[in-house]
């Protein structure tokens, strides 16, 4: 049973130590940590020529270019944030997964809310109406 | 009131659905540039037929007018080459290219073989400068205003439609 519980566990993590082992050989000179930042920051921007796609999982030509770009702000110690301003000042702020709040993402950000309550009042409604039956 | 409220389902359904189908129709390749209303970035860079020649922001003399990424490995680039000279050409608009990450000789060879619509040429081999511009990809055209700031750009092959829907009120030629 418990063999059972560490397959699953390594077959979790497997993908993502290979990952990590796969960056380290193409990008080399990396700390343990840096090799970690890289994977995190590469996972969490999209690249802009396919876009369901993030930076690592694409091998278009711009995001290997904007990866080599991370990879060298990386070694220029910069940190994740100023890496992200480097990139969303370049290509906007499509490049960052979580969407900003204004006008138009506020349906994306406030819409299950309301979907939410509006729920709930139906179903207030409906079971005050069905209690003075 | 009753039966008004029973018709509200559908009628938010309709609404969704309606707004989705907008978003579909949406050109999802032609980003909107992170540039817009800033600068032209900073640059340095050698031309494509001169390598010992450098150019600098301030060779861009020629305002308002297009920057156009192009290389020759680029399909669509070959598609735009013609109405790119149709406009350098007839209309008189200027052009300054940047080669986007393209062998020089190749693309010397294919300014010869087609015709060279670009008052010059940036030769961009590494794509730094693409990079600094937002490119993703080729071709790219970016609307430059009379005081060098970028107004527009369009990622994808240019044809006349784009041409007047986008960049022909900035050029009083034609």
Redesign the interface.
Known sequence: MKMRYFILIAFFFFPLELVQSNAKEVYPNLSEQEVGRFVDLTHNLRC??C?SSSLSGSN???AI??KK?IYKLILEGKSNKQIKTYL???????ILYDPPINIFTSILWFGPFLIFFLTLLVILIYIRNRSTR | MRKILNVVPLLIFCILLAYLFVLLNED?ND?????IGKEIPVFELPSLKDPELVFENKDLKDLPALINVWATWCAACAVEHPFLLELSNNKGVPIYGINY?DSRKKAIDYLKRKKDPFKFNIFDSS?DL????????APETFLISKKGTIIDRHAGALNSDIWDQKFRIYFHQD
């Open positions: 802009p020529k876009q278009a030509p711009i270019d904007l770009i969303k000042d370049r290509y906007g702020e499509y | 999802k980003l909107t540039s992170a540039l990450k794509g693409g990079i600094d511009l937002g490119v993703y990809g």
